[in-house]
């Protein structure tokens, strides 16, 4: 018998066998929630098999990239944090099955089934309900498509603490030394819960935060509800932090080319360089910069290293 033959024959006899391993990824489909937040974009992420609701046990390999791939699946763009366990944020405990072990994602994926994980029930001996995941979506995303425009996308759910919602473009403190202070260029009425926007007029290379706000009363009482920090460069930047306990601290890493990269720090990176990336992604300033990982346990990244 040939080559091509006995190969024939193995996977007839797996099919058989063990039917669901070939046929998984098209047949088995994934519906996901997000439980006891306090909006309807983030909470305890939930995930529906077997006609029952269970969790996702996290732990250390729970990241922004699994977060993302889940945000996606709910029509968000992408997640602002990632928990990896319900004591990092008032989610709650889950209860029930936990059905999935930490899914480990490259963040493109279209569903959290296209990750590697263990199979549904087949849970690491350590976890329980302490370890269910949760998650922040963005409801913002900001494509530069040149140093003069920008593109942004929003989405959001009604809430009962808001009776409307606007959608700010501010000119913020600038690269280079700019001062022009938060010059507001754009702000319009959202009149429906998806859309796009499309922003002309950047000055090259300034900085912009995209913010959505909730109108909360009649007064005008407002509250900011997502922000989008970027930068007028062809293509954008998009950063990140990662390998943090916290959300808001860690390794810098920026997307370019479709690919995740870290920064050499060496001597010229400060802590105006810090403030620059913590207002691209909505914070007011940096607490502390680091120029090397072993200042901090962030790790060393992988790949390019872009900057």
């Known amino acids: 018998m040939g080559a091509c033959s006995w190969r024939l024959l193995l996977l007839l006899v797996l099919y058989f066998l063990f039917p669901s391993v070939i046929s998984s990824k098209e047949t088995e489909k994934i519906t996901v929630r997000l439980v006891n937040g306090t909006n309807a974009w983030e909470g305890r992420v939930e995930v529906l098999y077997n006609s029952a609701w269970g969790t996702i046990c996290g732990g250390w ?5 699994a977060a993302n791939v889940t945000c996606r699946m709910l029509g968000y763009p992408a997640a602002r944090h990632d928990f990896s366990h319900t004591i990092q944020h008032d989610y709650g405990r889950g209860s029930g099955p936990i059905w999935l072990s930490t899914p480990v994602c490259n963040g493109n994926e279209t569903s959290l089934l296209e990750c ?4 549904w029930g087949n849970i690491r001996y350590d976890c329980d309900h302490s370890n269910d995941v949760g998650v922040i979506c963005k409801l913002l995303d900001v494509e530069v498509t040149n140093i ?3 593109i942004i996308r929003w989405i959001f759910s009604q809430h009962p603490s808001f009776i409307g919602y606007q959608l700010v473009v501010s000119r913020a403190e600038g690269l280079n030394s700019h001062s022009d202070g938060d010059v507001i260029v754009s702000n319009i009425t959202l009149n429906s819960t998806t859309g796009v926007n499309v922003i002309n007029g950047l000055k090259p290379l300034a900085e912009y935060v995209a913010e959505m706000i909730g109108i909360q009363n009649e007064s005008n009482d407002t ?3 997502d922000r989008f920090g970027f930068v007028a460069v062809q293509g954008g930047v998009i950063v990140r932090l990662v390998n943090g306990p916290n959300a808001w601290e860690g390794r810098v890493e ?3 080319n479709s690919a ?17 990336t913590c207002r691209m992604l909505g914070y007011p300033a940096a607490r502390h910069d680091f120029s090397n990982t072993y200042q901090h346990d962030y790790g060393r990244g992988s790949g390019p290293i872009w900057l």
């Not at 390999?61 to 990239?65: E, G, H, T």
């Not at 590697?116 to 199979?119: E, F, I, K, Y």
């Not at 870290?262 to 403030?275: H, Q």
């Open 61 to 65: 390999r729970w990241d922004i990239s």
């Open 260 to 276: 995740w990269g870290t920064i050499c720090g060496d001597n010229g990176w400060d802590i105006n360089a810090a403030n620059v």
């Open 116 to 119: 590697s994980h263990s199979g």
């Open 254 to 256: 920026v997307l370019y």
């Open 148 to 150: 003069t425009s920008a």
């Open 223 to 225: 509250s900011i509800v």
